[in-house]
């Protein structure tokens, strides 16, 4: 079935330090991908997203290209701010029935100023 | 601005109540769906509904119980609450299609004692 591996956290980095949280996946088909931000007390919030092969999805400085060839969407942005400290989910929309979502376990990033 | 609210933010409630978690969108999606979520951060998801009358059990087992008499209310009911359902919980809806993700309410945070 699908899956959504993302690297382990925390992710402690200084004020405008450049970020990457990998993420890497498995699917049939072409899923889109997702990734969320989830701030401490909210619910998620869609941060990007990219449909199709090679887009590059992007909002608030953050970037990810979609790389089918190596199945990965990783997240970077070239400079944090002790604002971006949240928890970041890595998503597809897969083949299965209802384009359910499958998420990753999460990776907690703190920005430290 | 939300369009998906849920309804309490917080709520700590004694050891086998009765509750109901509200959640309600004006987006007027078929799809929603509730997810547990952890102190770990990961998502589970235990409950969804693709329309009018129709409800699922998601991946992890859950004692709670779903309706969907409207569109835009998707109530969760848990009959006697108790100390393990203690967790965050977040809906979501989401439009036809499988480029589109969720859109998530802010969650509801339950504490049973």
């Known amino acids: 079935g699908d899956s959504v591996t993302q690297m382990e956290g925390p992710v402690t980095l200084s004020e405008e330090a450049f970020l990457t949280i990998n993420c890497t996946y498995t699917?049939?088909?072409?899923?889109?991908l997702f990734w969320y931000v989830q701030y401490p007390g909210e619910g998620l919030q869609l941060l990007l997203k990219?449909?199709?092969?090679?887009d590059k999805g992007s909002n608030k400085g953050f970037e990810a290209t979609y790389r089918k060839e190596t199945t990965s969407f990783h997240l970077e942005k070239g400079s944090v701010q002790v604002s971006d400290s949240a928890v970041y989910f890595c998503?597809?929309?897969?083949?299965?029935?209802?384009?359910?979502?499958?998420f990753g376990g999460g990776t907690r990033l703190m920005v430290k100023p | 601005e939300a369009d998906i609210y849920q309804t309490p933010r917080y709520l700590v409630i004694g050891t086998g109540k009765k509750i109901t978690l509200e959640c309600s969108q004006t987006m007027g999606h078929d799809k929603m769906y509730w997810y547990q979520q952890d102190p770990g951060m990961e998502l589970h998801l235990i409950h969804y509904s693709y329309g009018v009358n129709s409800t699922e059990k998601g991946d992890l087992s859950s004692e709670s119980t779903v309706s969907r008499i409207r569109t835009e209310h998707f109530p969760l009911t848990l009959e006697s609450a108790r100390p393990s359902h203690t967790s965050q919980y977040l809906c979501a809806s989401r439009p036809p299609g499988s480029n589109y993700g969720y859109t998530f309410g802010s969650g509801t945070r339950l504490t049973v004692v």
């Open positions: 998503a597809l929309t897969g083949n299965n029935a209802g384009n359910m979502l499958t």
């Open positions: 699917a049939t088909g072409y899923p889109s």
């Open positions: 990219a449909t199709k092969a090679d």
